[in-house]
């Protein structure tokens, strides 16, 4: 599948577009921080994809990505971190590890960035 995305930069603006829609980049917002929104949004729609398959039901749940930078150059992510609560009952925790295993296989975002960061996933289980 085809992806796409345009930018523009000048010294007053900088901005990015996809499907029709701007992106700007703030103050302390800039490209790392998009990418580990795009890291939180692909690995949890894979992860509901997974349980979905697996018949296992869910209520909310909650991601935090975050990743510390090399300070050589080039400085990509060194350790990349997502923590997961996932709000289900108790009796589902183990389908649900289950899911977020297959999930590091098939989330397509999680397999780049293991390509230059050692990834760490955490996931709780909250009733």
Avoid at 6 to 18: G, Y
Avoid at 71 to 92: C, K, Q, R, Y
């Amino acid at each position: 599948m085809y992806r796409e995305a345009k930018a523009h930069f000048t010294h007053t603006e900088r901005w990015f577009s996809a499907k029709g829609r701007r992106f700007d980049y703030e103050e302390g917002l800039g490209p790392y921080e998009y990418l580990m929104g795009a890291l939180a949004g692909c690995f949890t729609s894979t992860l509901l994809d997974e349980l979905a398959a697996a018949g296992v039901e869910v209520g909310d749940i909650d991601v935090h990505c975050y990743g510390r930078k090399r300070e050589s150059v080039p400085t990509t992510l060194e350790e990349t971190f997502i923590d997961l609560s996932v709000h289900a009952p108790a009796e589902s925790a183990e389908a649900i590890l289950e899911a977020v295993g297959k999930t590091k296989e098939h989330c397509s975002m999680y397999q780049t960035i293991r390509c230059v960061s050692t990834m760490h996933v955490s996931c709780e289980v909250v009733k």
